[in-house]
């Protein structure tokens, strides 16, 4: 058997990852594909799924308080940090499972995946060559021409720190008008929509350095187009697991026998 893929659900706070990861798994179960769902987020209180595999176990946020007597927040980046320590023992259990796909869902804060070491370490140790990104745009904090812009770059950022193929995902798409969702993915699908749109913005100080950065990521390549997804509905999970199978066997599916 291959390696399994590793999906990373990433996002800010907030934005569905913990709700996509229980979704997307029992999607991927009510099609047949086994997986293994990982909570990596040591700060959940309660999780919409059992997760098979759960930092938890290990880390315990009032636990790391006491005994590094810390706040709430720097608990929070500690704990993120002791991750990369237990990885041996997560990639014990995921050998057991021999599962053909892993969903992971990350810190509610993005920045303590994204940005500190050992999330980078947690995804190339786990499995090199073999992982990817569902990056969670939420419509919520993207309503404006700009500040979609500011979520993108977050998600480029994502993608240069990690170097692992991201797809762009619109989360809550139930909770979306129509209109509202067709200019969400217009804004990723054609640009010059999204650019239209900054066009005709206030033209303030953050209006000009959304245009600048709209740039810099249509030249980079990263307008990549979005889905749209539900995690009550389930609306739009085919097409983020065609985009894996597209990814890691050019279409084809990793399950098939
Ligand atoms: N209607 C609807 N609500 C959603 C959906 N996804 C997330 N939500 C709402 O958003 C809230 C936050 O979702 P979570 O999955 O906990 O978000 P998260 O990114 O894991 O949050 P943190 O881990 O705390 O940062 C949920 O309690 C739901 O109310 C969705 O697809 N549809
Ligand atoms: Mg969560």
Redesign the pocket.
């Known amino acids: 058997m291959e390696d399994p893929v590793h999906v990373y659900v990433i996002?800010t706070?907030?934005?569905?990852?913990?709700?996509?990861t229980a979704?997307f798994h029992r999607w991927m179960k009510e099609h047949a594909h086994d997986v293994v769902a990982v909570n990596l987020?040591p700060g959940?209180e309660t999780l919409?799924y059992s997760p098979d595999v759960d930092i938890r176990d290990w880390i315990q946020l009032s636990d790391v308080m006491e005994r590094y007597e810390l706040g709430p927040n720097g608990a929070q980046v500690m704990a993120a940090d002791l991750i990369a320590l237990r990885l041996g023992e997560i990639q014990g259990i995921l050998d057991e499972y021999r599962a053909p796909y892993v969903l992971t869902?990350t810190?509610?804060?993005t920045e303590l995946f994204v940005f500190r070491e050992s999330g980078r370490v947690t995804v190339e140790l786990l499995a090199p060559g073999r992982s990817c990104i569902l990056f969670?745009l939420d419509p919520f904090l993207a309503k404006r021409p700009s500040a979609f812009v500011s979520l993108l770059l977050l998600a480029a950022t994502t993608s240069f720190r990690f170097g692992i193929p991201l797809l762009h995902v619109i989360?809550?798409?139930?909770?979306l008008k129509g209109e509202e969702l067709e200019r969400l993915l217009a804004w990723t699908s054609d640009p010059a929509r999204l650019e239209d749109d900054l066009a005709s913005e206030k033209a303030d100080m953050v209006n000009q350095m959304s245009v600048d950065a709209f740039r810099i990521l249509d030249a980079m390549g990263s307008m990549t187009p979005a889905v749209a997804?539900?995690?009550?509905t389930l609306e739009g999970l085919e097409d983020v697991y065609a985009w894996i199978q597209e990814v890691f066997s050019g279409g084809e599916d990793l399950t098939a026998a």
Do not use: I, T, W
């Open positions: 996002g706070a907030g934005s569905g990852k913990s709700r996509l979704a987020d959940a919409p869902d810190p509610g804060q969670l989360p809550k798409r139930d909770l997804v539900s995690s009550e």
